[in-house]
Structure formats: C-alpha cells, structure tokens
C-alpha cells in the first residue's frame, strides 16, 4: 500500500523523504530518538572537546562528571601543601663560612620534598616525616657556590607536580665570616722544638684541624727560603730539604677565610765528618 506524503509536511519529518514522481514514498531509517540518559553523556562528550587542552585524562572526567550531571569546573580542587623553612633560621637570609648547610622546617599535605639550589642548578630530595600534624623535613645541601645561593624548596602533594607549595632562602657562604684559625702541631721527628740530624732533607709530620673543614697546610725553612705544600690536612707530611747549620723550618694550617695557625720546629743540620 502506497501512502501519500504532502510535500509541505515531508520535509519536517525525520528519516522520511518525498514521494517519487510516481506518487509511491521510499522511508528511510526510523528516527533516531535519544534516550535521556545520553543527553549528559553527549553534553560531557562536547565539554570534553572544548577541554582537550587537558589531556586524555581531563577529557575522561570530564565525560564521567559530566555523565553524572556534575559540572567539573565545581570539582574540587587538590589543596596546595603547606612548607616552610625554620633551620637554621626562620629569616630570608642565612650567613655561613661552611660550603654546607643543613635546612628543615614544617610541611604538610605533601607526598615529597625536593630542593633546587639556583647558583649552580643543584638540587636534590629532602628527608620527610609525616608522622606529626604538620610533619617535618630536613634535607643536607653541600656544595654551595661562595656568594649568594637562592634555594627553593619544593613540597609536592601526589609526587606528580600538579599541586606544588614552595619556601624560598638564599643562603651567604663566605669563608671570610670564620674567626677561627686552624690548630696544627709537628709531632714526627719530635713534640720537642728542636731537632738535630745529620740528613737532608729531613720528614716532618703532625695533624691539624680547623672548624670548617676546608683548610691545607704549607711550609718554609726560613734559612733557605724554600717553601712547600705537605701532603694531606688533617694528618699532613712534608719532606723539607735543610742547609748546614741551623734551619727554623715553620709548619702553617691556612683555611677558606685566610685564617692562620702555626708550628715550628728548629733543625740544626750536623753533617757526618769524613
């Protein structure tokens, strides 16, 4: 059976088209009809595309909040960890001689702590305990740049980046601020302070310490005017070479600020008669 479509009404309805010249009607495909479930899951599909500067993973909660009939611009957001620097000091800048510091402080709602020295590009991850309301962090920074060294500590809350708490300090090492000098004793051949030998050149030996830990030890036998660099610091070596007579041979602990500290030990030479 063949039925008649007005032209003024065929093109209003859906999957239907005009009737063919010879009066009978073709129908195509029944009209689409959207359940109402999937009207959210269109509207999240279209917020989805205007978001895709997100990234797979925004466009997914976009579509599953929006199916849900949440708006994801009302979701709530990952609360930005709390950190801040009280070791050594609670102020912005902190002095030192050392060419280490130790820094610590409060943190809270962070998974990690990470810290980044910006005058030689360091950086390095801090110790962290959650075990108080804030917690605590602490992290050991070696190898600071003499000068001014801008350091950023980080607190990240998922270990992701996407929510990130920062504390700044910009810690002065100068070598120059140490007041105190190295100590450094002669103890080999002799703790006495004067020696007879009939050799050249002769070894000496002792120990030295300074409070920075960055020093070295030199010497000169004043009678020659000779001078030397001895091997190692804390415990030194150094083989000076003597004249006849009489040398005044002085042992000196230098550290980073100039500082000095001295020994000396008198070695008269007797050479051996033929």
């Not at 309805?13 to 959207?34: E, F």
């Not at 920062?166 to 601020?177: E, H, M, Q, S």
Request: net charge positive; aromatic share 6%.
């Amino acid at each position: 059976m063949n039925v008649q479509v007005p032209t003024d009404v065929a093109p209003r309805v859906r999957g239907v088209r005009s009737p063919d010249t010879d009066g009978s009607c073709l129908c195509a495909r029944p009209p689409r009809i959207w359940p109402p479930a999937w009207a959210g899951v269109r509207r999240a599909l279209r917020r989805a595309r205007e978001r895709h500067a997100r990234g797979l993973l925004g466009g997914l909660i976009v579509l599953v909040l929006g199916a849900c009939g949440r708006d994801p611009a009302t979701a709530p957001a990952t609360r930005v960890p709390s950190i801040t620097v009280t070791s050594p000091t609670s102020q912005s800048q902190y002095d030192t001689f050392f060419s280490a510091v130790r820094l610590g402080g409060s943190v809270s709602g962070a998974r990690t702590v990470r810290w980044v020295n910006a005058a030689n590009e360091s950086s390095g991850d801090a110790f962290i305990s959650t075990s108080g309301d804030p917690g605590t962090w602490f992290a050991e920074i070696s190898g600071l740049v003499q000068g001014g060294n801008p350091i950023t500590i980080y607190a990240d809350a998922d270990g992701r980046g996407r929510s990130i708490g920062r504390a700044t300090i910009r810690v002065l090492y100068d070598p120059r601020l140490d007041p105190e000098p190295p100590v450094i004793f002669i103890t080999f051949p002799t703790v006495d302070p004067v020696f007879t030998t009939d050799s050249s050149p002769i070894v000496l030996a002792g120990v030295a310490s300074d409070n920075s830990g960055n020093f070295g030890v030199k010497w000169i036998n004043t009678r020659t005017g000779v001078t030397g660099i001895a091997t190692g610091a804390g415990q030194w070596l150094a083989s000076v070479p003597l004249a006849a007579g009489d040398n005044l041979v002085i042992v000196t602990a230098v550290d980073r600020g100039g500082n000095e500290g001295r020994d000396s030990l008198l070695v008269t030479q007797e050479p051996t008669a033929n």
